[in-house]
């Protein structure tokens, strides 16, 4: 009992210290204004992945395909606050199904053999957080997101039923819910 007890606190405290490293060679954008961080991260070879808020907080997850990291920058009043390697998966990786090809926003440029879908449709025009929410009570998992030109595209997968959606919103709001060809790309 007690090797065990040893074993599961050895296997926590390694977790939590790789979980909880910094990112050194990030460290000297700590404390910078966040209205600077989206050039920065980009001229480092990071790629926006996501973001969630909790609190006063917003984390972002970043991912560089060059070194196959990722990390997390802990944002609070306008300003980086800490910025610490976290595991692949924060960043939608896994270390063996490594996406190595750039392609991580062609998904959005083609919208040939996609059409609505029309279980979905009530939520175009509303907050795209709504829809979100509500395909993740539907069992769909987000499998990839890209920002660009100010519009935002995500693919939802739902694995039991192998289905694949798309949903383009902008300023916030549901723009599209489509079919996808897109996810097998990705998982």
Request: charged share 30%; glycine share 4%.
């Amino acid at each position: 009992m007690k090797k065990t007890s040893l074993l599961i606190l050895f296997f926590f405290t390694v977790f939590i210290s790789f979980s909880q490293e910094t990112a050194y060679d990030l460290k000297d954008l700590v404390d910078m204004r966040a209205s600077s961080l989206d050039n920065e991260m980009g001229n480092r070879g990071y790629d926006w992945i996501k973001t969630e808020k909790s609190g006063y907080n917003s984390y972002q997850n970043w991912w560089n395909n060059r070194k196959n990291k990722c990390v997390t920058v802990r944002v609070s009043d306008g300003k980086v606050k800490s910025i610490v390697n976290v595991p692949d998966l924060d960043c939608n990786k896994s270390r063996g199904n490594q996406n190595h090809s750039n392609n991580r926003g062609e998904f959005h440029h083609s919208d040939d053999n996609e059409r609505n879908h029309d279980n979905y449709q009530t939520y175009v025009n509303g907050p795209a957080t709504s829809v979100y929410r509500k395909l993740q009570d539907d069992n769909f998992k987000e499998v990839k997101v890209f920002q660009k030109d100010g519009y935002t595209y995500k693919l939802w997968y739902k694995y039991r039923t192998k289905e694949c959606l798309k949903t383009v919103s902008y300023d916030y709001k549901l723009t599209k819910i489509l079919f996808s060809h897109h996810c097998d790309e990705n998982l």
